[in-house]
């Protein structure tokens, strides 16, 4: 399906869904919800961030063709020993998710905040023309991971 969530750049990470809460109820077609999916950060081992994000229902969305709106939140943490398989660089794309057809896409990158010992996750929306200023953002200081 067109609409199915399509992870397509190299280094990206491929979200779970966690679950779903409908906001608006739609007769003969699906509705309107909030969904929560999961993924891990391909670079660094040890974290594993969650997005929550709108996800537009009717007959639109049933086939795939609706444009979900720019709402989207994250939330990143820690979960094991902090592990980065290779030198990190400042914007780097760890997740992206389609919000619709062709144009628009939900993004997450990573900074390294180095004097902080912290990662910082940026999640945003964008479209080709006009990408929208509605952002969130998560930080994952690195701590040693004890038993």
């Known amino acids: 399906m067109l609409g199915a969530a399509v992870v397509v750049m190299s280094g990206s990470s491929r979200a779970d869904d966690v679950g779903c809460v409908s906001t608006v109820f739609r007769m003969l077609s699906p509705n309107d919800k909030i969904c929560v999916e999961s993924f891990k950060d391909p670079e660094v081992d040890g974290v594993v961030c969650h997005v929550s994000r709108a996800k537009t229902g009717g007959f639109k969305g049933a086939v795939g063709v609706a444009e979900d709106t720019s709402d989207a939140a994250i939330a990143c943490r820690q979960v094991g020993p902090i592990v980065m398989k290779n030198e990190l660089k400042d914007g780097d794309q760890v997740f992206r998710e389609r919000t619709s057809l062709l144009f628009k896409k939900l993004q997450v990158v990573r900074f390294y905040d180095k004097p902080n ?13 006009e990408g929208s200023p509605k952002n969130s953002i998560s930080t994952v200081p690195i701590m040693p991971w004890g038993k």
């Open 117 to 129: 010992n912290t990662l910082v996750y940026l999640s945003y929306s964008d479209r080709i023309i």
